[in-house]
């Protein structure tokens, strides 16, 4: 079983600061998944990774696959950035199995 | 990019009574949909997986005769709570591989068993 770490837990920052959370799991995959949850419970795939990098917006998600770590960083974060951010690992054909994220809140 | 539209968003009901929650897919076919239940501050669970056509797999400890999954066709898959009880007041959402690209997840529905 695939043992993902993710950090901080929770974090509280000013709008315009640069965020960054971090990702590490303890098997091999083949892809990893950047997923945010909205306060009113949507949720939305932001990356699906393999290897190197992917930028969408402000987004930019890393991954390094000989380290297992992935990390997703938010430029000039905004109160509607406020979300739980989850990374949860490819595991084929199943359903994807989600950790308790980040609780990311962002303050005016 | 793949939709999945999913209704009802909220809904009330009175314990015993049963609730239909569906998942369309509209536009691109989805062979598979993953349903997850979600309580109060906690993780997304993983139910049940199902497959158009074939009979829905589920998690262990997920009761098949209560949470009834159809998924009739390429674009449908239906999850229905039986006899729905306070304790199944929960957030379910669905969600559906798309192609190469990833996952993508309807916007849930809120139940609440009174």
């Known amino acids: 079983k695939n043992e993902v770490e993710q950090s901080p837990q929770n974090l509280t920052a000013q709008e315009g600061e640069f965020i960054t959370i971090n990702c590490s799991y303890s098997?091999?995959?083949?892809?990893l998944h950047w997923l945010q949850q909205h306060p009113g419970g949507g949720i939305v795939s932001l990356f699906m990774?393999?290897?190197g990098k992917k930028k969408h917006g402000r987004l930019i998600a890393t991954i390094n696959i000989q380290e297992k770590h992935s990390s997703l960083h938010i430029t000039a974060s905004h109160p509607r950035d406020s979300a739980v951010y989850i990374c949860?690992?490819?595991?084929?054909?199943?359903?994807?199995?989600f950790g308790k994220g980040t609780h990311l809140i962002i303050q005016p | 990019g793949a939709v999945v539209s999913q209704h009802p968003s909220r809904v009330i009901c009175k314990s015993g009574t049963s609730v239909k929650i569906e998942c369309r897919s509209l536009?691109?076919?989805?062979?598979?949909m993953f349903w997850y239940r979600q309580f109060p501050k906690q993780s997304l669970m993983l139910m049940a997986t199902?497959?158009?056509?074939?009979?829905?797999?589920?998690e262990q400890g997920v009761e098949k005769d209560k949470f009834l999954i159809n998924h009739a066709s390429l674009t449908l898959s239906t999850l229905t709570v039986t006899s729905a009880h306070p304790e199944d007041s929960s957030f379910y959402i669905c969600?559906?591989?798309?192609?190469?690209?990833?996952?993508?997840f309807g916007s849930g529905t809120r139940l609440t068993v009174v």
């Open positions: 098997v091999g995959i083949s892809a």
């Open positions: 199902s497959n158009e056509g074939s009979k829905a797999t589920y």
């Open positions: 969600s559906a591989r798309w192609g190469g690209y990833g996952y993508t």
């Open positions: 990774l393999s290897s």
């Open positions: 536009d691109f076919q989805a062979t598979t």
């Open positions: 949860t690992p490819e595991e084929g054909a199943d359903g994807l199995t």
